[in-house]
């Protein structure tokens, strides 16, 4: 241990000093030595442990290792391993001598007081604040890793209160302190020494926005907790009792990780000596924490709650679609939670309003819903229906400028936990939909994908969606799960996998058959129609194109291969510059663990079956999911939309711990 604090030793009169259990005091043994002493002996009382501190290439270990040359080279230190039960009740004894060693020339006395001083949290990450004998003051990602976490404290626990528990300096449930990550102060000592000493809390200024530190003095009641360190408070004088030896203290994040604030934030306690002219400290304990990153959940996960909105348009309500989908939810065994007309405001897209995630310590977990920045009819759903006791709330506003339409969530996916070239993301990768690269087109604002890269554990990967119309990532692949090695598989829209299937119908003497059979409001293709519109063929070359690339990055960045993409038949017409499905979107389907909620295409009748129902059937049925075709065609797809588009899904967390990872 290095010392960490210097006594100057008198032959005149003794000297004392505090020692902090388990750090070195320096001895000065030079300062004061009476004449002609060339050597020193050292004896200290139970209790106290004596170092002797020398260059061995310098200096010869006395033979009864008792008598040491007063030399540069030869340096003492102490330290005591329990607190004192009375103030100066150890003692360390320094004898002088000269040529004779059976005669002091001289003698110092030093008394110390042992006081046990410790801030300590949830260092090993099982939960609780314990005594931790690693690095208390850095923070160390993966499985052997340390450090405290801290939860972003963004839900709303008291139905009282108007906004976020961040928000509040006072306590107004204690179930907040539930998702707040512990912290213990000890300070075993002699009463008398606090007659001169007192305990100071202190965090960064930098960190101040960022972390709320609460304490109950005087009882346990809402109004004994005070704010002791946040924004308002950069120090806190500890409030020390007689005879106390444990102060608890419940530490709360302000604010997520983001591009200014890598996720890290400290807090110290120190010992000051208030007899001093300036307070000097004489010790200080620090400890570190990482704020919980938000998390996102892929299809993978099994469902909670499945969201859909009531809505009412030209066409009528969307109460069928309604029924399907509680059938689906039923299904699946999951809620269906439907958001009012009166609530949604006609906004039928609650996956483009928001995306749940969830967030994690050792301690506690809560799922967290993120709103984005689009501010619709269903702008203040999420914050007033949504937040509430253990359930979070996260948004990120775009400054000087409005929302596009690619700052929607439907143009926010992540993918199932994959490796890629040996690096593992064991959380999957967060997709997200934009321009070409360096085509200078709509991308999703920077304040959103500042936050989600800023979290780490889920390192995003831009896609190119400005091609379409909506210019969302879920148009044209989604994730499905598998009970296989895999575990899941790719979906990926494709014109040419239709294209193909229409050819063979075709030659099978099928030509006839037509799109959109029996739909009202909209006009019938047959098959050798659609085989014959150049328009319809040039459209699905160029969009074929655009979905190769996007296929092509995901192979690379999600460590693929062709063998987990599966190809869903889908055709795309061209409006000006960017595309449109031209029929129901298969692709943007929700899924609820191993039940798929798919538009219904209206393709082809065949043999009294839609070809291309049974086409995707025959892909997916085989992986052991059950397609469930669903009528969107009026109330989603005449509007650019799908189910995927209309529907939102809260999942389970991921089992695996975040801190485990190493990003």
Not at 70 to 80: G, R
Not at 130 to 138: A, D, E, I, P, Q
Not at 217 to 244: A, D, F, I
Request: charged residues 25%.
């Amino acid at each position: 241990m290095t010392p960490h604090r210097a006594v100057r030793l008198s032959l005149k009169k003794p000297a004392y000093a505090v020692c902090v259990v388990g750090v070195q005091t320096y001895v000065d043994v030079r300062s004061d030595v009476p004449k002609g002493a060339k050597t020193f002996r050292v004896s200290v009382s139970s209790g106290v442990a004596l170092f002797m501190v020398y260059d061995p290439a310098r200096v010869t270990e006395p033979p009864d290792k008792a008598h040491w040359p007063l030399d540069a080279n030869v340096d003492v230190t102490v330290s005591v391993d329990t607190a004192s039960k009375d103030l100066n009740d150890l003692k360390v004894k320094v004898s002088y001598f000269g040529q004779r060693e059976d005669s002091a020339l001289g003698r110092s006395v030093l008394y110390l007081t042992g006081i046990d001083i410790s801030l300590d949290v949830d260092t090993e990450r099982k939960g609780k604040a314990k005594r931790s004998k690693g690095s208390k003051k850095t923070w160390r990602w993966g499985p052997e890793g340390y450090g405290a976490v801290l939860l972003v404290n963004c839900d709303r626990d008291s139905l009282r209160s108007r906004g976020r528990d961040l928000a509040n300096h006072q306590l107004v449930s204690l179930d907040d302190l539930k998702d707040m990550s512990p912290m213990v102060l000890t300070c075993d000592g002699p009463d008398k020494v606090f007659d001169n000493h007192k305990l100071v809390l202190n965090v960064p200024f930098s960190d101040a926005q960022r972390v709320g530190v609460f304490c109950a003095r005087g009882g346990n009641s809402l109004s004994n907790y005070k704010q002791v360190l946040g924004p308002l408070h950069l120090s806190y004088n500890v409030e020390r009792q007689p005879g106390e030896r444990k102060i608890r203290f419940y530490v709360e994040g302000l604010t997520f990780p983001d591009a200014d604030f890598l996720g890290l934030v400290s807090l110290s306690v120190s010992l000051v000596d208030t007899a001093t002219l300036l307070e000097v400290p004489v010790f200080t304990d620090t400890v570190a924490f990482r704020m919980a990153p938000w998390i996102m959940t892929p299809n993978t996960q099994p469902p909670l709650d499945l969201y859909v909105c009531s809505v009412i348009d030209s066409y009528g309500s969307n109460e069928k679609f309604l029924e399907d989908m509680s059938d689906l939810a039923l299904k699946a065994n999951c809620k269906l939670i439907i958001c009012p007309w009166i609530e949604n405001r006609n906004d039928r897209w609650i996956q483009d309003e928001m995306e749940f995630g969830y967030v994690e310590a050792p301690h506690k977990a809560f799922p967290v819903v993120f709103d984005s920045p689009r501010d619709r009819g269903l702008k203040d759903f999420a914050y007033k229906r949504i937040l509430g006791p253990d359930f979070g709330y996260v948004t990120r506003d775009i400054p000087w400028a409005g929302a596009s339409g690619l700052d929607s969530f439907g143009n926010l996916d992540v993918s199932p936990p994959v490796t890629v070239g040996g690096k593992e993301y064991p959380l999957g990768r967060i997709l997200i939909g934009s321009s070409f690269p360096k085509s200078g087109g709509r991308r999703m604002t920077k304040v959103v994908r500042d936050f989600l890269k800023a979290q780490q554990v889920q390192a995003p990967v831009e896609l190119y969606s400005d091609w379409l119309s909506v210019g969302h990532v879920d148009e044209f692949l989604s994730f499905v799960p598998t009970s296989d090695q895999k575990g899941f598989r790719l979906l990926l829209a494709s014109p040419s996998a239709c294209l193909k299937l229409f050819q063979e119908k075709k030659e099978e003497g099928h030509g006839e058959a037509a799109q959109f059979d029996g739909l009202e409001h909209q006009v019938n293709r047959s098959i050798n129609e659609l085989l014959a519109d150049r328009n319809l063929q040039s459209d699905s070359l160029y969009v074929q194109k655009c979905i190769d690339w996007n296929r092509e990055v995901l192979k690379r960045e999600l460590g693929l291969t062709e063998r987990d993409i599966v190809d869903i038949p889908q055709l795309f017409h061209l409006r000006g510059q960017h595309a449109e499905a031209f029929f129901p979107d298969m692709v943007n389907m929700v899924v609820l663990g191993k039940y798929l909620g798919i538009p219904k295409p209206f393709g082809p009748i065949i043999h009294g079956r839609c070809c291309l129902e049974e086409k995707v059937r025959s892909l997916l049925e085989p992986l052991g999911l059950h397609c469930v075709f669903i009528n969107d065609y009026l109330s989603y797809h005449k509007l650019l939309g799908e189910i995927h588009c209309g529907t939102n899904v809260r999942r389970q967390p991921f089992s695996f711990k975040w801190w485990h990872m190493v990003p």
